[in-house]
């Protein structure tokens, strides 16, 4: 687990807020897979070949990311437009760096990253 689950549920419940109220971030919107209540989720979106690639701070395990799996779907607001996303699918490091435009930075080796979510755009 690249980074503990508690800092995910301090994110969740302080940053996160304030994140989507800047309105500066990607925010992903997903359903939950359960409550079937909409979620907002600050992240980092990043551009690749017919879709986007998100790095799995928290790994798979996350809510966000189970919810995502389990719907097959999502909405990704990003300068002022929203985009459907779908065929979310965990992919390795080396496929994820594959992917990811050179100028973007890759996580810090410390975190030790090895899951990364796809998805494409509709």
Not at 28 to 33: M, Q, S
Not at 47 to 62: K, Q, R
Not at 84 to 89: C, G, I
Not at 92 to 106: G, I
């Amino acid at each position: 687990m690249p980074m503990p689950l508690w800092w995910g549920h301090v994110n969740k419940r302080v940053f996160n807020p304030r994140e989507i109220r800047n309105g500066r971030r990607p925010v992903l919107i997903h359903v939950g897979r359960t409550s079937g209540t909409t979620y907002r989720t600050p992240l980092d979106a990043h551009p690749v070949d017919g879709g986007y690639l998100f790095i799995l701070v928290y790994g798979s395990g996350s809510d966000w990311v189970r919810n995502i799996l389990a719907s097959g779907t999502a909405r990704l607001r990003v300068d002022g437009q929203e985009l459907d996303l779908t065929a979310p699918r965990l992919v390795d490091r080396a496929e994820a760096f594959q992917a990811l435009p050179n100028h973007v930075p890759r996580p810090p080796k410390v975190l030790r990253i090895t899951e990364f979510l796809r998805m494409d755009r509709l």
